[in-house]
């Protein structure tokens, strides 16, 4: 199976858009920013192979009570790190767009074994500024997250529970979310609401797994087709993004 080809898809941009020219300028920048922080890269990934080696540990419970989750689960299922991580195009991608913002405040949930929060965490250091909330129900998998926060750095907030048990923890206004937890269309409408709440104006919100289930495809359709964003774009088939007003 064939590397996807990461490419930002631009799906509607308003005039008020603030994050366009942003995303216009990744192309250009992109290989000399890979290149500059190789090493800091070289090292989450040899993070995340480690993690890997821990093998198959038990998915959180909650997800054999789920409906319309457009996955079969079993009794006991398990996953380990390479299962459940974001491909290193995305991660990559999204230490270059924190390096950009200079956020105040990184949400993301669930962190699973802190993959893709560990990049994040890349970009934050590069900003000496901000900090990132995450949020982890599994109580194997939030230690390993922890961890691996921890080798990044200490700008995190990291929660065992979920976003929306939890969202009292979360101190400053959000300047980049990423949902990634349960990817059915019930949980995700309430979480974006959720979200908003908490979002600084301007705030992009990220969606993975747009394609995941026929579920998610119809979810992240209604999403994208309502005119009350700035922007809405779409990270190759996976990702879709919303340029809050």
């Given at each position: 199976?064939?590397?996807?080809?990461?490419r930002?898809?631009?799906?509607r941009v308003?005039g008020d858009?603030?994050?366009?020219?942003?995303?216009?300028?990744?192309?250009?920048q992109?290989d000399?920013?890979?290149?500059?922080?190789?090493?800091?890269?070289e090292?989450?990934?040899?993070?995340?192979?480690?993690t890997?080696?821990?093998?198959?540990?038990?998915?959180?419970?909650e997800?054999?009570?789920?409906?319309?989750?457009?996955?079969?689960?079993?009794?006991?299922?398990?996953r380990?790190m390479?299962?459940?991580?974001?491909?290193?195009?995305?991660?990559?991608?999204?230490?270059?767009?924190?390096?950009?913002i200079?956020?105040a405040?990184?949400?993301?949930?669930?962190?699973?074994?802190?993959?893709?929060?560990?990049?994040?965490?890349?970009?934050l250091?590069?900003c000496?500024?901000?900090?990132?909330?995450?949020?982890?129900p599994?109580?194997?998998?939030?230690?390993?997250?922890?961890?691996?926060f921890?080798k990044?750095?200490?700008?995190?907030?990291?929660?065992?529970?979920t976003?929306?048990?939890?969202?009292?923890?979360?101190?400053?206004?959000?300047?980049?979310?990423l949902?990634?937890?349960?990817?059915?269309?019930?949980?995700?409408?309430?979480?974006?609401?959720?979200?908003?709440?908490?979002?600084?104006?301007g705030?992009?919100v990220?969606?993975?797994?747009?394609?995941f289930?026929?579920?998610?495809?119809?979810?992240?359709?209604?999403?994208?087709?309502?005119?009350?964003?700035?922007?809405?774009?779409?990270?190759?088939?996976?990702?879709?993004?919303?340029?809050l007003?």
């Open positions: 199976m064939g590397q996807m080809v990461f930002i898809r631009k799906l308003r858009s603030k994050i366009a020219d942003v995303f216009a300028s990744f192309e250009a992109k000399a920013f890979i290149a500059a922080n190789s090493r800091v890269f090292d989450i990934e040899a993070t995340i192979k480690r890997n080696e821990l093998g198959k540990l038990p998915l959180w419970d997800y054999k009570k789920v409906e319309n989750y457009g996955r079969v689960i079993d009794d006991h299922p398990k380990k390479q299962d459940v991580r974001t491909k290193v195009e995305f991660c990559q991608f999204y230490t270059w767009l924190v390096s950009q200079k956020p405040a990184v949400l993301e949930f669930g962190s699973a074994f802190g993959a893709s929060g560990m990049y994040w965490l890349a970009g250091n590069l000496n500024h901000g900090k990132m909330y995450s949020f982890e599994n109580e194997i998998w939030n230690p390993i997250a922890q961890a691996n921890d990044v750095s200490d700008r995190h907030v990291l929660t065992l529970g976003f929306e048990g939890n969202i009292g923890v979360i101190a400053d206004k959000v300047n980049i979310a949902i990634d937890a349960i990817h059915t269309r019930d949980f995700v409408v309430n979480q974006f609401e959720l979200v908003r709440s908490v979002a600084d104006k705030a992009l990220l969606f993975d797994d747009i394609n289930s026929e579920d998610m495809k119809v979810c992240w359709s209604e999403i994208s087709q309502s005119d009350e964003f700035a922007s809405v774009w779409q990270l190759s088939s996976r990702v879709g993004i919303v340029e007003p």
